[in-house]
């Protein structure tokens, strides 16, 4: 099996996670179209909720830093697998922002990372030198799922995509966070996605309230 494994927290080892692939009743339509999963991606936070599962109702203060994450290949699709040397990127988005009776600012971007690679077929690892030299990058930095007060939980979907093509492609930058910047309600990853040549291989979705 095949793995990409990204940690800001470089002194700490990861820690093992529950592996799923993706449930379509965890991200409206309104999010991404149907796509049959080809990676799983494992999740974990800080300390005090180490293990993310799908569907998971985590609190606020749990979520203020950036997750560690594995993204490898999907055990139940054996036939489609994590490129050797492919490059991945992870997104956040929150599709009930401002709340889910009032979406007026879904979906808002809540991270991008870019430059997820993996080196080669042998296991990777913090010290492997192909993460050292092209490691995963913000696009867009981190910003903690926080639902205003009275709004009840949020959705926070993880995207990961890949490119349709063999070459590498620099990915742009949305204009701003609400609406991914496309101006309308709703708009989001897979307008951008679409924009900047990506396909939708796997997913995860958490709820914080």
Sequence with gaps: MLCAFHSARVDRPPIPLHVVSWCTDACPSLVLNDFEP?????L???????????????????????????????????????????TYVLALTDP?????????????????????????SAPVTLDSPGLRRAGPKDLIEYLPPTPPPKTGYHRYVFVVLTSESDKEVKQKKPKDRPHWGYGRIGAGVREWAEENGLVVVGGWTIKVA
């Design 96 to 120: 009930d922002a401002t709340s889910r009776s009032d979406p007026s600012k879904a979906q808002m971007c809540h991270w991008i990372v870019t430059n997820i690679t993996v080196p080669s």
């Design 38 to 42: 080809s990676v799983s991606i494992h």
């Design 44 to 86: 974990s936070y800080p300390l005090k909720h180490k293990f993310v599962r799908l569907g998971n109702s985590i609190k606020p203060k749990h979520v203020g830093s950036q997750p560690d994450f594995e993204i490898c290949d999907s055990e139940p699709m054996p036939s489609r697998t994590l490129k050797s040397n492919g």
